[in-house]
């Protein structure tokens, strides 16, 4: 599986942002997915999470009520849209995905992930 993640750029805080991450391969309805950051200095840390299906979701404390996680399995696409900026969501974002062939769960552990896509840059300026 290879990942495009795009849609990152500069942007007021407050304002919104739909990041988009393409996939290839057949088997993508099979995946959870999973969108990444990491900001300059710190670990990469989950923002969100989505089970296959799309029923099943997370967010990391900091992004709820703001940022959303879909996917569109049709598409093979997967989009993270962020709302109400802050310019501590600044980070390189990345989505990735699990090659799992269990039930219709979701990870939140980077270790968990076993594909990445290269990552976009999101600037929120204060």
């Known amino acids: 599986v290879q990942l495009q993640a795009s849609g990152g750029g500069l942007v007021q805080a407050g304002g919104s942002l739909r990041l988009s991450c393409a996939a290839s391969?057949?088997?993508?309805?099979?995946?959870?997915l999973g969108w990444f950051r990491q900001a300059p200095g710190k670990e990469r840390g989950v923002v969100a999470a989505?089970?296959?299906?799309?029923?099943?979701?997370y967010y990391t404390n900091s992004v709820k009520g703001r940022f959303t996680i879909s996917r569109d399995n049709a598409k093979n696409m997967v989009y993270l849209q962020m709302d109400s900026l802050k310019a501590e969501d600044t980070a390189v974002y990345y989505c990735?995905?699990?090659?799992?062939?269990?039930?219709?769960?979701?990870?939140?552990?980077?270790?968990?992930?076993?594909?990445w896509g290269q990552g976009t840059l999101v600037t929120v300026s204060s």
């Open positions: 989505i089970s296959r299906s799309g029923v099943n979701t």
């Open positions: 391969g057949r088997t993508f309805n099979s995946y959870p």
């Open positions: 990735a995905a699990v090659r799992s062939p269990g039930s219709d769960i979701l990870y939140t552990r980077g270790s968990s992930y076993d594909y």
